[in-house]
């Protein structure tokens, strides 16, 4: 029998945005982990349409970093932080072999909460060699070891169907508290149609929900300021029809 979620907060959201209008810059940064990158390599591609944000991937856009293509992504975020050009301190460090900081990128906190409630509705890309992905990651602004993530929803566009497979879980990196626990999930829906995703966490447990119910339960959760990112990567090299695209429909958030 399916277990469904705790309804959200009766009290406002402490973040939310429906995507009308220009994007917020008082709620997003439309970049990709850009202390790692160069400014042209790390914007967003997207247009604001009736249906909300629509995030692209343009056949001229280039790749994040040199060193990881293909890989090509147009992603917002709700923080940003590293150290000096050089540096190896960063958000997200990611890989193991040996990133360094390419923009220094001042440190910038528009929604970060260290236990809460994040509903994210979203439509996945079909375009070949595509994901969507939302997620949350420790800023590491304080402390190097503030590195987890709760990986809300990876979904390939490969696995978009009349039935859909969804990567959700935990993700330790280089938090010694955290052990990465991933799974796959199948969803009785087509995932290109906008489904409502939650996550909810803290006191060692993050629960990953989908439209009301349930997906996964995980016995930890990350108890540092965790930004939010959510994005459109193209992992293949390219191929197919562009724009490739997915759409952001709405984001609330509530820090408890």
């Given at each position: 029998m399916s277990e469904s979620l705790p309804p959200a907060p009766e009290r406002a959201p402490d973040f939310a945005d429906d995507f009308t209008g220009d994007l917020s810059p008082a709620c997003?940064?439309?970049?990709y982990l850009p202390h790692w990158t160069e400014p042209e390599r790390s914007a967003a591609r997207y247009r604001m349409t009736a249906d909300g944000l629509e995030l692209r991937i343009e056949h001229d856009q280039l790749d994040w970093r040199p060193d990881d293509a293909p890989l090509r992504v147009s992603n917002i975020q709700t923080a940003?932080?590293?150290g000096a050009i050089g540096s190896p301190r960063g958000t997200h460090r990611h890989r193991p072999d040996g990133l360094v900081v390419r923009t220094a990128t001042p440190e910038r906190v528009l929604f970060a909460p260290s236990r809460g409630r994040i509903d994210v509705t979203l439509?996945?890309?079909t375009d070949e060699g595509c994901m969507i992905a939302a997620w949350l990651v420790g800023i590491e602004n304080t402390n190097e070891d503030d590195a987890g993530e709760i990986c809300i929803v990876e979904i390939d566009a490969s696995a978009v169907g009349p039935t859909t497979i969804a990567r959700t879980g935990v993700k330790a990196h280089h938090d010694p508290g955290l052990t990465t626990d991933m799974s796959?999930?199948?969803l009785p829906f087509d995932a290109s149609r906008p489904h409502t995703w939650t996550v909810i966490w803290g006191d060692g447990e993050t629960i990953i929900g989908c439209e009301g119910v349930v997906v996964r339960r995980v016995p930890q959760a990350p108890d540092y300021s965790l930004m939010l990112l959510i994005d459109l990567f193209e992992t293949a090299a390219p191929a197919g029809a562009y724009p490739k695209t997915a759409t952001v429909r709405d984001v609330r958030g509530w820090a408890d």
């Open positions: 997003w940064v439309p970049h940003t932080f590293s439509s996945a890309s796959e999930v199948e």
